[in-house]
Structure formats: structure tokens, C-alpha cells
């Protein structure tokens, strides 16, 4: 049956394209901003265990973490790859925001956000910031707040040095070369930190970004959360 509502979406639909941000296909009124084809097609890791997984193990040994939770693969070549594309540098920010919700609310239903009590994003260098014109970590955080009414910190931690890129780097290199590349710069009166990042590659960044937290407020928990994980 043909509602009032349905002939509505049909007509924004008409008037107003929306298409999708990895393919560029033509959404249809039930989409958002991805097709469901690519919502599908995305390499998901299907984490269920926060404690003990992939992720959170990348941290032992080197920083206590409570929880750890990454969405999908970040694989070349993939649909994974294209959404952080475009959500980097292709300026589509709302990308992040629309996929920190989806996140949010499918771990909602789950205890992962349990004793939470507040989000902060992964920092940009500011020279980073300006060039790109936002952190897509941040994006990210705001639709997890968005959805779990968690208090979102955004200028708690600053990021000192502008850490040359790292994709050249081995694992060692890249830890010795994020030491003390984060500094908490306003007082964040919470006791379990989300930290939240886009790509999760060796761990070497958030783990410089937890310590500089623990080296201000040691008994703080921290948990983890990205988009991808390489
Ligand atoms: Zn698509």
C-alpha cells in the first residue's frame, strides 16, 4: 500500500539524489549514505569478546586496556578501503558520523559501553587539522555519542608533534616514534575513557595517546574503539 509517507521519501528522493559514499550508486529512500550492497560487502571482524581479541591484544604488554572493539578490516582494494578514502580525504566528514552511529547502536545492545563515562577522539596535529578541516576521529566519536549520550572531550588531549607518516615505519619504529606525542591538557574528571581512532594498524598511536592519559590519571580505565583495523 502506497502511504502518504513512502509518496513523501519517493518525491525527496526525486527532487534530491543521494548517492552512495563508496560507490556512487543511487540511494533508494530505505538507504543512508552507504548502498546496502557495500554495507554488506564490508569486511567485518564480528568481534564479540572485548577483553580478549585481535584488537586488545595489540595493547598487552604495553598498556592496560579494558576493552577493545574494531568494526571491519581495513583490506586494500576493498570496500573498507574506499570508505576511509573517502572519509580522509575526500571530505565527508558526515561519513564518520553516520558510521560511529551504526557502530554505537549495534554494541549498545551488547555490555561494551558499560562504565563508560566519557569519549575522546585520537587528536590531529593542528596542521593536520587545518589541511583537512576536521578529525575524522572525531566524527566518528560524535555519532557514538550521538547514540550513547556519552560526553564527547574534544580539546582534553592535544597532539604536540606532528608524527611524519608512518606507513614506512616497522612495529618498533613506530613505537619509538609516538613516544610522548600526546599531552591531557584540561582536567577530564571521569574514571573510563572510549578512545576512539579511525585505522588501528600496530597500535603504536593509541597506545602514546592511553599513556599520556595513565601518566596524568593512573588509575583511569581506558577502552578502545575504531572504525578499521589493518
Ligand atoms: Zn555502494
Redesign the pocket.
Known sequence: MITLQTLYHDLCNLLNPRF??????RLNPSEQK??A???MRLPYLFIENYYDNDVSRLFWGRVPVERAYSHFRYLHDS?AHRFMVMLKYKHRPDLGVWMGGVVARELLSQDFFDGIDCIIPVPLHWRRYLTRGYNQSTQIARGIAKVTGLPLLKRHVRRIRNNETQTHKTSSERFQNVENLFRVRRKIPYSHVLLVDDVLTTGATLTSCAQAILDKYPTMCISILTLAKA
Open positions: 552512495c559514499g563508496i560507490c556512487d550508486s552507504l548502498c550492497k557495500c554495507l570496500e
